[in-house]
Nanobody, 118 residues
Framework: HVQLVESGGESVQAGGSLRLSCAPS????????MGWFRQAPGQEREEVAS???????TYADAAKGRFSISKDNAQNTIYLQMNDLKPEDTAMYIC?????????????WGQGTQVTVS
């Protein structure tokens, strides 16, 4: 059973930066799409950024220009660099992996790492 393990979330002041990491505990094909979602209390989960099997990157409008997703293919680990954080970025950030190179069939999920911006 593959699990995704996130780290890096913490409390920061507005304008600050954080770098989140996500690594699988078991085998996931390195060609699979991986990404980051977030969910704030009382709100639906939303996709933040993804990186496809060919390396293509997609960002939510709220993340464009401030967040950057990257991947270490050797470690099959993805990162989310978040700059100029705002209070509205406060949420549980959840890592996910799709079953395939395209970012559609999200299959594997992490437990999340909390980001709080004040």
């Amino acid at each position: 059973h593959v699990q995704l393990v996130e780290s890096g979330g913490e409390s920061v002041q507005a304008g600050g930066s954080l770098r989140l990491s996500c690594a699988p505990s078991g085998y996931i094909d390195s060609r699979y799409c991986m990404g980051w979602f977030r969910q704030a209390p009382g709100q639906e989960r939303e996709e933040v950024a993804s990186i496809g099997g060919a390396g293509s990157r997609t960002y939510a409008d709220a993340a464009k220009g401030r967040f950057s997703i990257s991947k270490d293919n050797a470690q099959n680990t993805i990162y989310l660099q978040m700059n100029d954080l705002k209070p509205e970025d406060t949420a549980m950030y959840i890592c996910a992996a799709a079953r395939g190179a395209s970012c559609t069939r999200w299959t594997y999920w992490g437990q999340g790492t909390q980001v709080t911006v004040s």
